[in-house]
């Protein structure tokens, strides 16, 4: 069954730790910011900062409210990155057999890096423009083999962020969705039948970011349309 995220949005106050803690165990750089006129920094995912918690100001009711959304890789179980990728080179993004977490390797450097990135309708994937090879989350692969949790679960002061077997997670999830629609009517599971990176939102995913669910992203094939033009290129050549 692999493993899963259940990312608790009712229960976030962006305090950020798990993006630090993102940066801090992958060795990241820091990168340059300026007051864009939002707390969110950087503003928008890159080669360097696989995670983003993106700030988003809405008024509902009459109401100010703040909804923040600690952004990305949703790991997809039939990923459309990787159906892209293996059209230049099958090495370039694997899928991990014992979690199901989907890894970008060096061999990035040798696909269309343009078109992996429009394959993905969450818009994930970064390269650096030096070296031609992409990056994103990698779902801390090394903590989880070695029987701990990723850094920016245990960064998490509230429970947002919650790893386990992907059976867990996904029940945990349904609980907890159960449990808040009393105060929260509009609250949705993002995607929860495709991805291992399950988000409870308690307004319309829109709200929070155009891209926080497959079919609010750009206008793309989907994952079936994908992955039979790969099929009927390998077996073409």
Not at 113 to 118: E, I, N, P
Not at 175 to 203: K, M
Request: hydrophobic share 35%; aromatic share 8%; charged share 25%.
């Amino acid at each position: 069954m692999g493993k899963a995220f259940f990312v608790d949005l009712t229960r976030c106050t962006a305090c950020r730790g798990c993006q630090i803690a993102c940066k801090q165990w992958h060795k990241l750089p820091a990168e340059e910011t300026v007051n864009w006129g939002s707390h969110q920094n950087p503003r928008d995912l890159s080669f360097i900062s696989y995670r983003l918690v993106r700030f988003t100001e809405v008024v509902k009711d009459g109401k100010l409210d703040w909804l923040f959304f600690p952004e990305q890789c949703r790991h997809c179980f039939e990923p459309p990155c990787m159906y892209q990728a293996m059209i230049d080179d099958e090495r370039a993004i694997l899928r991990d057999e014992t979690t199901g977490a989907v890894i970008f390797t060096r061999h990035t450097k040798n696909v269309d890096a343009a078109g992996v990135r429009a394959a993905c309708p969450y818009d994930i994937p970064r390269v650096d423009e030096v070296s031609g090879v992409m990056s994103k989350c990698d779902m801390c692969l090394d903590r989880v083999h070695n029987g701990m949790k990723p850094a920016c679960v245990t960064s998490c002061p509230t429970g947002t962020m919650n790893f386990g077997d992907e059976e867990e997670m996904r029940e945990l999830a349904e609980a907890r969705l159960a449990e808040v629609q009393g105060r929260y009517p509009d609250a949705v599971l993002g995607d929860p039948d495709d991805v291992r990176v399950i988000y409870l939102f308690q307004q319309d995913p829109m709200a929070y970011f155009d891209k926080a669910v497959a079919e609010l992203g750009p206008s793309l094939m989907n994952r079936k349309q994908m992955f039979a033009r790969l099929m009927g290129r390998k077996a073409r050549t």
